[in-house]
């Protein structure tokens, strides 16, 4: 079955020490999105690539960084992890839209990777 | 303001009466409305989306959208307990259409 799929389900790190989630999926889809979701808010969007065109939110901490080496992968860094980055960190994929003024394409979701920060 | 509102709930139902779950947006430009059903520890899972005023049925759910009034409502019909969620509505944003906004979610209790 075509899916997007998070590795690792689960991830604690240290304090300030980096950590990378990774992100892949079948789905041939253009767009990767990149979500932060704390316990009981909404997803956050962080940023998103269109095909190779990164897209970064005016509100995402410069901690974080990511990575699209090609169709299929996608990488989320976190340069130095604070105890306010623990969250659920989701992974999304779409099809392109077709461009300005035309229907947005459903997102679909990976499992997410629970962040921990000790 | 918000961009997209949500009542946080719980809206408790008993099993097989209609759950009404409502959703307000603020940018008259949307044009693209999505439902998602998440778990409690998973990640949103798709349900329904809407293009076009009026209603969109799939199964037991029911979209319902009404861009005049800047409202689009999820309706579940015969809920039952694997039911029990926080329901997600998403609405496109930016000129692009990619983005979307994210309520806050509205939790739903189905009780036996």
């Known amino acids: 079955d075509a899916m997007v799929i998070q590795n690792p389900r689960y991830q604690v790190t240290q304090f300030g020490k980096p950590v990378t989630l990774s992100c892949s999926q079948t789905?041939?889809?253009?767009?990767m999105y990149w979500y932060q979701q704390k316990s009981s808010q909404a997803p956050k969007l962080l940023f998103h690539?269109?095909?190779?065109?990164?897209?970064n939110e005016a509100d995402t901490p410069d901690n974080f960084q990511s990575r699209r080496p090609n169709t299929s992968f996608c990488f989320l860094d976190i340069r130095s992890p604070g105890l306010g980055d623990a969250a659920m960190y989701l992974c999304?994929?779409?099809?392109?839209?077709?461009?300005?003024?035309?229907?947005?394409?459903?997102?679909?979701f990976g499992d997410g990777t629970r962040l921990s920060i000790l | 303001q918000k961009e997209v509102e949500q009542n946080s709930g719980p809206l408790s139902v008993p099993e097989g009466a209609i759950a009404s779950l409502n959703c307000t947006y603020s940018?008259?430009?949307?044009?693209?409305f999505f439902w998602y059903r998440q778990y409690s520890g998973k990640s949103p899972e798709l349900i329904m989306f809407?293009?076009?005023?009026g209603d969109k049925e799939d199964g037991r759910f029911t979209a319902q959208l009404n861009k005049a009034s800047q409202y689009v409502s999820l309706l579940i019909r015969d809920s039952q307990p694997s039911d029990s969620a926080t329901y997600l509505c998403?609405?496109?944003?930016?000129?692009?259409?990619?983005?979307?906004?994210f309520g806050g979610g509205t939790r739903v209790l189905v009780k036996p």
């Open positions: 999304a994929t779409s099809r392109r839209t077709g461009g300005p003024g035309r229907f947005g394409q459903p997102q679909h």
């Open positions: 789905l041939n889809h253009n767009v």
């Open positions: 690539y269109y095909d190779k065109d990164f897209n």
């Open positions: 940018d008259r430009g949307s044009q693209s």
């Open positions: 809407i293009y076009s005023n």
């Open positions: 998403a609405v496109n944003v930016g000129a692009a259409g990619n983005k979307l906004t």
